[in-house]
């Protein structure tokens, strides 16, 4: 069987300065999630924990995508090459999200 190799979009950018798996602005989780059951592009991956977590050898990738009304959302997978992920109020977005 011959697998294919899946390039996901990065995730260039993380203000989310209080999230385990922020280090100086950089997500190292190896892929996160964004989108919550209201269609809100949050990313479901942030968390805050007395530890850090991911890997400081690599830069998060883009896992899923639930917002389908994305323009860079094809069948639940970001096609954008990259992304940035901030706060906005008091939840963590994905600020490339731009809605069809």
């Known amino acids: 069987m011959e697998t294919t190799k899946l390039r996901t979009g990065q995730v260039k950018k993380c203000d989310a300065s209080q999230c385990a798996y922020n280090t100086e602005h ?3 989780a190896l892929a996160i999630t964004i989108g919550d059951e209201q269609n809100h592009p949050m990313c479901d991956t942030y968390c805050s924990a007395s530890v850090k977590g991911g890997d ?7 896992g899923a995508c639930k917002i389908s ?10 096609q954008s090459p990259e992304i940035v992920v901030g706060p906005t109020g008091d939840e963590v977005d994905c600020l490339t999200f731009t809605a069809q």
């Open 26 to 28: 950089q997500c190292h």
């Open 56 to 62: 400081l050898n690599i830069m998060a990738g883009v």
């Open 69 to 78: 009304e994305c323009v860079f959302n094809a069948a639940l997978e970001c």
